[in-house]
């Protein structure tokens, strides 16, 4: 999905963070596609049959490819108007409570936490579905990577780690990905795409 990333992606200057960190963060006044407190949802690379996390990706994306700040000087660590450690909070949460919105299959309800152009992708995959799934997340870990002020609104990517089992009794996987996560001026925070990390890329 680096076409939606690439498409987001401005050089503008770095921004006051302001607004993108405070009620615009996930569980805020301002999150969601409609000002109300919405989760950002992740994007399954993999066949649809599948949970989002647990094959490997159809097109993985090199870790050097997700922006880090520092990597590229219009991506940084935003400041103190950002309440990065709530952010953080909130979007294991969310990956968690987003995870099992997948297994169901419900499609209007990622509605409310998806790009319009990652609907486009995801909804003949749902529909391919048979049935659900359940996936425990046996551990998760969140790293803000960086934030971007882009065209109408703020970029910002966050890397997800941890362990994952598909069924009871199964022994449980290592994943590590990347969420693009987009947030236009006037509402909340919304997965943009994801990039997989093939495990020799992985930290």
């Not at 509605?111 to 998760?140: H, K, M, N």
Request: aromatic share 8%; hydrophobic share 40%.
């Amino acid at each position: 999905m680096l076409f939606l990333i690439r498409r987001l992606r401005g050089g503008a200057a770095r921004p006051a963070m302001q607004g993108a960190g405070q009620g615009g963060a996930f569980g805020g006044n301002n999150g969601g596609r409609d000002g109300q407190s919405q989760p950002a949802w992740r994007e399954s690379l993999q066949p649809a049959a599948a949970a989002p996390a647990a094959a490997a990706a159809a097109a993985p994306v090199a870790a050097a490819s997700a922006p880090t700040a520092g990597q590229d000087p219009t991506w940084f660590l935003p400041g103190a108007d950002f309440d990065t450690p709530q952010f953080l909070k909130k979007s294991k949460e969310h990956f968690i409570e987003i995870q099992k919105v997948w297994d169901s299959g419900d499609t209007s309800r990622l509605q409310e936490y998806l790009t319009d152009d990652l609907i486009a992708e995801l909804s003949p995959q749902l529909a391919q579905r048979d049935g659900t799934s359940q996936t425990e997340v046996v551990l998760l870990n969140a790293e803000l990577l960086g934030v971007e002020k882009v065209s109408e609104g703020h970029l910002a990517s966050v890397r997800y780690s941890g362990m994952l089992r598909e069924e009871a009794g199964a022994e449980a996987f290592r994943f590590e990905e990347v969420w693009n996560l987009y947030k236009p001026d006037n509402g909340g925070w919304l997965l943009a795409g994801i990039q997989q990390i093939p495990v020799e890329y992985a930290s």
